[in-house]
């Protein structure tokens, strides 16, 4: 069988297999790395710029990015009642992308292809991104104001990737700081939100009887107002006022939460994943306060748990669910049909809390909860890409296109 027209047949196949391979390889590489410096198994590495550094860039820029462009390739155009892209606005941006991280993992041997890479997939990323914009422009809808939303996240994107490309070539920490800092909050957390705001009532709706589809404006804009003031508070150095922000917006998510109604959404698996993904990201906004209220009292609190609390618990949590949705419902699959998925959520919230552990629990070796998690990470989404990675592979059992 030649795979060739099968595989680029739909954004998501190819975004979906990139990614899945990419979320082994990149924590592999930390894997990797937490074995010599918190299991202490054997003599770390040097590499040609800090572990911290490269962890930071692979996990906020390459791993999610694939998943963001395959969902939204595959979803933003129906957001905006628009046909399908073709196989030129989404081919060559994969290509791209997929070429500069290559050329990242190359430069942990020859360090200038680290900042060249990361060029590289900003040019993918732009060409991905031109495509989504183009499909938003030519829209008649009046609808477009969370299509919008995405796009300008997925700018500052761009840039936060090129400020970290430059804060690496020229070994300067401010810029890399930065560019987490909008990777973290101009850039994942406002896509990651607005798309559990768009389609986790939508969802609901179609599973549960009877259920009202929230989505009032005022508590979406909060959230993303929040996210752009801990931005600016954090980029300038004040740290200790990130409470108020982080306060508001960790109370408003889990309202949300509240009404959305998390309670009736566990008569479907993959709907109770996404309900309880977003609780993650409320849970986070409020770590990070109560550390910001430490900081103000002159204390430290918490390391970087509410950070991981962000990232593993709701980044990680929701790509398994709407991987899984995305993946099954798109491959002529029952979304019903996937019981794998349910299994390694559970056992995906036991690497999250390992990881928040791991502040408190430093000095156990081999048992250390940091490095457990790393190996953990690569056990849920090593099991996700077994059952799910051949799919990308094989047409639709139900002889659709796509």
Known sequence: ?????????????????????????????????????????Y???SWPVPATWLHAALMLYGLFTFFIFGFLMTALPKWVAQG???QRQYVPAFF???????????????????????????????????????????SISEHKTHAWVVLVALACGIVGLLAFAAGIALT?????AAAIEAGLWLFLVPVFFTVTYRMLPFFSGSVIRGYDEYRGRATYWIVLGCCAAHAALAVAELRAWLWPPDLLGGATVLWLSWRWQLRKAFVSHLLAMHHLASVW????????????????????????????????????????????????????RLISSDVWAWRLFWLFQGV?????????????????????????WLAVFGMWGRVHLSM???PRPDGRPG
């Open 1 to 41: 069988m030649n795979l060739r027209p099968v595989f680029f047949a739909a954004p998501h196949r190819v975004m979906f297999f990139a990614g899945a391979l990419q979320a082994l390889l990149g924590m592999a590489f930390w894997a990797f790395d937490l074995g010599a410096r918190y299991a202490g198994l």
């Open 172 to 176: 300067h920490p401010g810029l890399v």
């Open 96 to 138: 791209l992308l997929v070429a500069g991280w290559l050329l990242f993992y190359a430069g942990l041997f020859a360090a200038p292809l680290i900042p060249l890479g990361m060029v590289v997939v900003a040019a993918g990323w732009g060409l991905g991104w031109y495509a989504l914009f183009a499909a938003v422009r030519s």
């Open 392 to 394: 990308f592979l094989k």
């Open 281 to 332: 990201l409320g849970i986070a906004l409020l770590l990070f306060a109560v550390q910001s209220l430490f900081l103000l009292s002159g204390n430290g609190w918490g390391g970087r748990a509410p950070l991981h609390a962000l990232t593993v618990g709701y980044f990680g949590s929701i790509l398994i669910g709407m991987a899984t949705r995305v993946t099954l419902g798109h491959s002529g």
């Open 352 to 376: 999250v809390l390992l990881r928040l552990g791991g502040e408190w629990f430093t000095e156990l070796g081999a048992f250390s909860p940091v490095w457990l998690s790393a190996l953990g």
């Open 43 to 45: 003599t770390p590495l």
């Open 84 to 86: 399908p892209l073709e």
